[in-house]
């Protein structure tokens, strides 16, 4: 049996003193979900929004200075991530950060770090709107798998995993575990995640797992209140739990939510479920476009005509109609035959 043991941080993002404090916390983290049995560990979108706050206050503070000070930063994280995963023989997906690009441009970007020094990037693809609106962070242009050894790895961001069409993209270039770090400040924000989980664990019959920030700050605005439970989602179908909940957290708790996930589980729904989601998916195309139709409008009025009983007479059947429709017909050929003499 091929298998994986995932573990989803529910993660606390925290005010940093010093650079080593930040080391010394993800050290914590890392080897906490390590003793778990973890050999892959997921970290929450915008973790690496903690850096900000080795800048200081007001740059922490300010959303577009908070990008530059997180970029100052992320060299040394990259370093301390791509150390501990080297040194405990595990994965480590990295809490994602906001980068300025040389064109200038701010994208939200999540790191996959290997044992073996290997380091993969994932850009978001789609921004909400306090992302293009307020943040100016603008979404990628290209879609990655990794294989990390155990299985086949895509990276869904946050409100990336909302939309069917990114994770088929995933699925249909071999992902059998989809990641879905998020980042939502609101209940409705987690469900909204938390159902495109589930909705794409199950056109994709794959795993999807998402791994939410919690906990509260008062010095950045971008990630100032922060919802969510970590989850591990599959297909409800053959091999997976009725429900398709694998693994579930605590609401807002910090922890470490971990699932031991049976890969060749996706193989055979994909080839011996009780539906072939991941299968049909391409049938849709022939689907001709919707049309409307306004049921709404009011009706027309229909008129029935009514044929009068006369008094003393038997209403007729459909029997009857007949023997006089054919009674008709010929007292009709018996005139005829009278012209015609």
Known sequence: MRALTIAAAQYPIDWLESFSAFEAKLSRWVEDG???????????????????????????????????????HLPQADAAHAHLAHRHGVSILAGSAPERNADGSVRNVARLFTPDG???????????????????????????VFDIGPARIGIAICYDVEFPLIARALAKAGAEVILAPSCTDTVHGYWRVRVGAQARALENQCVVVQAPLVGAVDWSPAVDINRGAAGVFGPPDLGFPEDGVIAQGEMDEPCFVTARLDLDAVARVRAEGQVFNHRHWDEQKGVASAIRVDLAAPAREVVIPLTPIRPNS?????????????????????????RRS
Do not use: H
């Open 34 to 72: 390590v003793r778990q049995g973890a050999e892959l560990l997921v970290f929450p979108e915008y973790a690496g929004l903690e850096l900000a706050s080795l800048s200081g206050r007001e740059a922490a503070g300010d959303l577009k200075r908070s990008i530059a000070a997180v970029s100052t």
């Open 118 to 144: 290997a380091c993969g990037r994932q850009e978001k693809m789609m921004m909400t709107r306090f992302e293009r609106e307020q943040w100016g962070v603008s979404g990628g242009s290209e879609l990655s």
């Open 314 to 338: 038997r209403p007729t059947s459909p029997l009857d109609g007949e023997a006089s429709r054919k009674k008709r017909l010929r007292n009709s050929s018996l005139k005829s035959s009278d």
